[in-house]
């Protein structure tokens, strides 16, 4: 069974109901143009409530290193969750515990993903638009034996995660637009159902 994490908190009762749940981790979006954005005063403070095995994935888009860095540090997150045009240069200079983000659409060339595979602990594959709920061409990845663990986004929801398990095989699942009432808010029912549904009761 894939684990599964669950992107774009930004309420604490959101995240406290779900860190009840067997979950992997909780992202918290740091990029001030999304719907999703939480101030990092605010993710600190949920972090701070959050039990010591959900992992606290801080999200960031064509930001500075010295930003990324200090708002890792600030928020206390575990992992970085990389979303823009980030190289493998940047990857390496914020050392471990990073998650590089590539968008997945009929053009995607795997290549691209190579030169990363030192540098990073996690290689997330997503839609072209994050967030937006849709799906990309799961097939561009199939059968692909990648040396890092891989997290499959973009659109998942109870509907689809069956049929995008039927052709990968991920580290992890990462839930967003689909568990949600509306950007930002999450429904932890939707949540516990796709967890039933992957064998994470």
Not at 52 to 77: A, M, P, T, Y
Request: glycine content about 10%; overall charge neutral.
């Amino acid at each position: 069974m894939p684990k599964v994490k669950v992107c774009g908190i930004k309420e604490k009762s959101d995240a406290l109901l779900l860190s009840e749940l067997p979950l992997w981790a909780l992202g918290f979006i740091l990029v001030e143009d999304s719907p999703r954005f939480i101030p990092p005063d605010k993710a600190k403070e949920i972090v701070r409530f959050l039990p010591s095995w959900i992992i606290k994935v801080g999200v960031f888009q064509n930001q500075s290193v010295e930003e990324v860095e200090k708002l890792r540090d600030f928020c206390d997150f575990d992992l970085v969750q990389l979303h823009g045009k980030e190289s493998p240069a940047f990857c390496e200079k914020l050392g471990k515990g990073v998650i590089k983000t590539f968008s997945v659409g009929e053009d995607f060339d795997v290549a691209m993903v190579e030169e990363y595979l030192p540098v990073v602990d996690f290689l997330l594959f997503d839609s072209k638009k994050g967030g937006s709920g849709l799906t990309f061409p799961w097939k561009k990845i199939k059968g692909i034996n990648f040396p890092k663990p891989i997290i499959i986004g973009g659109g998942l929801r109870e509907e689809n995660v069956w049929q995008c398990l039927s052709l990968l095989r991920p580290f992890a699942l990462d839930l967003n637009s689909g568990v949600e009432v509306y950007p930002g808010k999450k429904d932890g029912v939707k949540v516990k159902r796709i967890l039933e549904k992957i064998g994470g009761k």
